[in-house]
Structures are given as C-alpha cells and as structure tokens.
C-alpha cells in the first residue's frame, strides 16, 4: 500500500521472558517509515516488552530488533539519538522544573529548546512548575514535549493520551497528524481502540506476548460491524434479507428489522429498497467490535483471515 | 548544571556536599582545638597505658596519643573522619545507579543517546568529585584548628592521611555505586558497601587483638587506609595502590555488568 519500501522497526523472531514469564513471543513485526503504527493489546500484553527492547532498556532472550536501520542492541545510541520515547507512565526528576528537565534533555541530545517551548505554549502546560506538583495529566504534557521536542525521525510512544483531557488528545492527534506530513514515523501503543483507529494506518494486535495479526485500519473497518436498524411502511419477513450479502443476527418484529451487517451495508440497503423505508438508524461502526474477537480467549482457533 | 549527567548529579548533591563540609571543617576544628586540652593533662598517659589492649588498638599508645600528629590519628584518623566521609559516600554511591532505577527515572535518562558507561562513569566521577570536597574542607578544618590552637601539625602528615581517606571513601563509594549498578538495588548497595566498611574497621581495631583474626585484617579496607598511621609515618604506597585497584575494580565491575543487564522499570 504505501509507497515507502523501508522499514523504521523491523523485528525478527524477538522473545522475551523475564524468568518464567514470557513478555514478547516470536514477535515479527514491520513498521514501515512514515507510517502511523499502533500496537494493541490489553495490560500486561507485551506492548511496553517490545517497547522497551527497541530502546534497549531491556534485551532480547532471542530475536532481535533492527530500529531506524540500526541494531537495537550494537547502534543503540544511533537508535535513540533520532528516536522520541514517551513511557505509558512519564515518571522523571521530581524536584526538576518542567523547563529545567526539557534543558537537561535537551543538552543530553545536544538540542536546543525552541521546539520545546512552542510546543509547551501549544500545550498550555506552565514549564516553571516542579515535575513533582504537577498533575498527572500535566505530567504527561511534559512527556510529550520531551519526546518531540528533538524532531526526531521516529516516535515511540507507550500509550500517549493517557490522562490527557479530549480537548488536548485532539491537540494531539493534529500534533501526529502534522508529524506524519513531515514523514515521520509513529509507534504507538495503546489499550484504547478508538485512538489507534483515529491516527493510526495500521494496527498490530498483541496478547499474552504474541502478535496476532497486523492490518490496515481501512480494512480492519470494512470488516467492521455495524447494527443496523430499519422501520419499514409495511410488514416484512426474516427471510427477505436472512440471505442478504454480509447480513446476521437478522431479527424481525412486525414492521422493524435489526440485524447485524459485516462490511459494507450496500446489499442490505438494496434488499431494504424493495420496501418502503420510513427510518433507518445504524450504529457507528468501532473497532471496538471488530477487535474483541481478538481479545476474548478462545483457544488457538483465533486470526479470522488474516489480510 | 544541567549540561550533563556529571554536573547534574553534582547539582542534586550540592546540599548533601554543602551540608557534609560543613560538618567536615567542624569536626577538623573540634579534634584541634581539643588537642592541647590532652596534651597539657596531666596523668592522661598513666590513664591510657591502664586501658585494655581493645581500647588501646583504637587510639595507640600513650606516648603517641599526646603528641598532635597520634592525637589526630587516633581520634581523627581511626574513627571519625571514615565514619563521615563513608556516610557521605555510600549515600551517594546508592543513588547513583541503583537510586535512579528505584525511583524510576533511569528510563528516561537512558532514552536520551547516551551510552550506560557514559552514565556510570559521569556518576563515578561526581561522586569522587563531591568526595574531594570533603577531604578539602577537612583539611581546611584541621589546619586552621591548629593553628588557631598554636601548636605545630606536620602538613606533609596531614595531607597524606586526608589522600589515604580519599582512597578509602572512593572505595566505599564506588562499590555501593557498583553494587547498585550491577544488581539495580538501592538498599543491597549500601548494606553491602557498609558492610565493607563496618567489618573492615572492626577487624583492623577491636577484632586485630583476637589473635585468630589477626591475619584477616588483610582483608580489611581500614587496614590499608591506616594500618600504617599514615599521619605519622607518610602514605604506604602499597596499601594506597591496593584502595585505588579495588576502587578501579569496582566501577570497571559496574560498567561491565551494567552494560549487559535489563533495566528495571
């Protein structure tokens, strides 16, 4: 789909088990440059053990992961040099100001603060306050400050809105949005479907330390589901539209029809067209629903056609 | 003070190193201008020579006690001085790495491009730095105190056992520093590294009279700190390479495993 042909994280095989416990399994994985990656899964998943061997905070048991075209474990330094991380949760200096944290970072990376302070300002967030007065929400404007602060060529970022009010998440969709004009790379991760959905191209789902399957948001929503709801003029019968393309759960009560369509909704329409339409609702559809098949456990059986 | 790991780390010690020198000079004056009270007792020789060999391996013989240069070694050199400057150290050693990583800042410093030996290394070097700032103002106190109390101090003598502490507070601090950086345990760093320092001092005082202890005092880094009452006798180059190797041994130790282990989060 995308035109780019290289990859900003590319993973082969990477594993990680803390002791017993396994945090990534197997994981192969390939973000393309300039695309909006997200990773998705439920706490505990694996999201931050991926996260976290990018930026070889932790290593890998066996597999590796190739970041920016550098080795996460030889280039480290490369790696993070071009890279804005974001932590699920933004924990730093408590007795730093704002703007003295972001002047320490800055200095490590050998950056200025211009970029800093617009972003700030953008973010209404007060730089003179101590990190450890701040509130969570404000905390977490800090942490997406420092993370792009640097303009970096690849974002990392562990659930991002986190904490963030809906007016500053839409601040900061419009900030990833503008990010991406400029071909940068975001890695997201989030538990929220909704967000991903919103900024992301494509989306991995990962449990219990596996990735599951990665696809397209577009063709994750044409699978989508939407209930659809239709009162007609007269009476109609389940077996109208029981064989509709795309079309379940049809129930039918006198002159109302529900039912449940996977993907485009035009057959139902059409077959509806037969009858005189007096009002149709229809729920928007979330990935929400697409997703919770791959959320609830059942068994090995899962990865509906995988794209 | 926020232009790198080193000056930063300084920075969050400034009032911990102000504090401590503080203390450092009082303590120089104290022992000093204490001196000549000792020296002008009478019947304080008698009074030591009746003390237990225990107590006499603390603070010499008598006829060393009242002289400025054994009145310094055993109540400056033997006790108070390590237990300052080992407080100091070990806190400082504890924070380093491990302190970081417990109060969960590490992450963010390491997601700056920034190497893990870089950062040992800048924190093994603020430690020192704020160790020589110590030992200086110590100096200053003893100095001065001495001449405010008007008595001659041999400054070759003092200056050498100041540089003998040094070698002992690095080694302190820089194996909490390593501990902490090896295994990411704040409290294991200093219990190991006061530990170091505790049995150390026992087994070069109290314990050296036990005559089946006697050889493990070799083991001690007391014994290579002051065995030799280097205020008296000048620095042992022998014992004082010894502190610098264990102290070299550590922070290379540190590097070396801190480089190969995950960070806790």
Redesign the interface.
Not at chain 1, 55 to 59: G, Q, S, V
């Given at each position: 789909m995308q035109e780019t042909g290289t990859a900003a994280i590319t993973t082969a095989g990477l594993t990680k088990f803390y002791g017993e416990h396994k945090g990534a399994l197997d994981v192969n994985l390939d973000v393309r440059e300039g695309e909006v990656f997200g990773l998705l899964g439920p706490n505990g998943a694996g999201k931050?053990t991926c996260i976290?061997m990018f930026?070889?905070?932790?290593?890998p048991t066996s597999g590796s992961a190739t970041v920016l075209g550098f080795d996460s474990r030889a280039d480290s330094?490369?790696i993070?040099?071009n890279?804005g991380?974001l932590?699920g949760?933004?924990?730093?200096?408590?007795?730093l100001t704002a703007l003295?944290l972001l002047?320490?970072?800055a200095?490590?990376?050998g950056g200025d603060l211009k970029l800093a302070r617009t972003l700030a300002e953008r973010f209404d967030l007060d730089l003179t306050r101590k990190i450890g007065e701040l509130s969570r929400g404000n905390r977490q404007k800090v942490g997406l400050v420092?993370a792009f602060m640097s303009d970096p060529a690849l974002l990392i970022l562990d659930e991002p809105t986190t904490g963030l009010d809906p007016l500053l998440q839409q601040e900061f969709h419009n900030l990833v949005l503008e990010q991406v004009k400029t071909g940068k790379t975001l890695f997201i991760s989030s538990h929220v479907l909704s967000e991903v959905e919103v900024i992301c191209d494509r989306v991995g789902i990962i449990r219990e330390g596996s990735l599951i399957t990665v696809e397209e948001v577009a063709a994750l929503r044409e699978r989508a589901l939407t209930r659809v709801d239709i009162e007609f003029g007269d009476a109609v019968l389940a077996s109208d539209f029981a064989g509709v393309e795309g079309v379940v759960d049809v129930k039918v009560t006198d002159h109302r029809l529900t039912c449940t369509v996977t993907g485009s909704i035009d057959s139902l329409i059409k077959a509806a067209s037969k009858h005189t339409v007096n009002k149709i609702q229809s729920a928007q559809p979330g990935l929400e629903e697409v997703f919770l098949e791959f959320y609830t456990d059942h068994g090995d059986q899962e990865s509906p056609d995988v794209a | 003070m926020?232009?790198?790991?080193y000056l930063?780390t300084l920075r969050?010690s400034k009032k911990s190193i102000l504090f401590y020198s503080i203390g450092s000079i009082a303590i120089g004056l104290y022992v000093t201008l204490f001196y000549p009270t000792i020296r002008d007792a009478t019947g304080f020789a008698e009074f030591i020579e009746q003390l237990p060999e225990t107590l006499k391996a603390l603070i010499g013989d008598a006829e060393t006690y009242t002289t400025a240069e054994g009145f310094l070694n055993a109540e400056m050199f033997s006790f108070m001085a390590p237990l300052v400057i080992g407080t100091f150290v070990i806190i400082a050693g504890m924070a380093a790495i491990a302190g970081e990583e417990e109060?969960?800042?590490l992450?963010?410093?390491?997601?700056?491009?920034?190497?893990r030996q870089s950062i040992v290394l800048q924190k093994a070097a603020a430690l020192l730095t704020g160790l020589l700032i110590l030992v200086v103002a110590m100096w200053i106190g003893i100095v001065s105190g001495s001449k405010i109390a008007g008595f001659d101090l041999s400054i070759t003598g003092t200056t050498q056992a100041l540089v003998s502490l040094f070698a002992l507070g690095a080694v302190l601090g820089l194996i909490a520093l390593s501990v902490g950086a090896v295994t990411g345990r704040k409290g294991l760093a200093g219990g190991i590294a006061a530990a170091v320092g505790v049995v150390g001092f026992l087994l070069d005082t109290f314990l050296s009279v036990v005559e089946l202890l006697d050889p493990a005092r070799f083991i001690s880094v007391f014994y290579y700190f002051n065995n030799n009452d280097v205020i008296i006798n000048g620095i042992n180059i022998a014992h004082f390479s010894t502190l610098v190797a264990i102290a070299v041994i550590a922070v290379v130790v540190a590097v070396w495993r801190f480089e190969?282990r995950?960070?806790f989060?």
């Open positions: 931050t976290r930026l070889d905070f932790i290593r330094v490369e993070r040099k890279t991380y932590p949760e933004f924990v730093t200096y408590q007795s003295n002047q320490y970072f200095n490590l990376r420092q | 926020l232009r790198n790991v930063k969050d109060s969960h800042t992450d963010q410093l390491l997601a700056n491009p920034i190497t190969r995950d960070v989060n």
